[in-house]
């Protein structure tokens, strides 16, 4: 299994990001897939999760109406379309999923928030 982020970068306040996460290695439309990010000097938290038919989501009440996580099972790629970013949307982001009960995580992408 192979998760791997992209989209990260440097945006002002109030901009846009979308993220992607192309997965390989399993049968990508029968999981549910996640975002989650960390912030410096903070634990790692969940932000968005979809299911495996792209029917059902539900957010972190923090991006609620911000972040919207979609899914192309026909590309095996997992979107989060971030926008009215904050500062405090400053993190790295990390793709997740279980398969068979085993952990996956992406290598991150930063996004950083800043004017």
């Known amino acids: 299994v192979q998760l791997v982020e992209s989209g990260g970068g440097l945006v002002q306040p109030g901009g846009s990001l979308t993220l992607s996460c192309s997965a390989s290695?399993?049968?990508?439309?029968?999981?549910?897939m996640y975002w989650y990010r960390q912030a410096p000097g903070k634990e790692r938290e969940w932000v968005a999760r979809i299911s495996n038919a792209g029917t059902t989501t539900a957010y972190q009440d923090s991006v609620k109406g911000r972040f919207t996580i979609s899914r192309d099972n026909a590309k095996n790629t997992v979107y989060l379309q971030m926008n009215s970013l904050k500062p405090e949307d400053t993190a790295v982001y990390y793709c997740y999923t279980v398969v068979r009960g085993t952990d996956y995580w992406g290598q991150g992408t930063q996004v950083t928030v800043s004017s």
């Open positions: 290695g399993f049968t990508f439309s029968t999981w549910a």
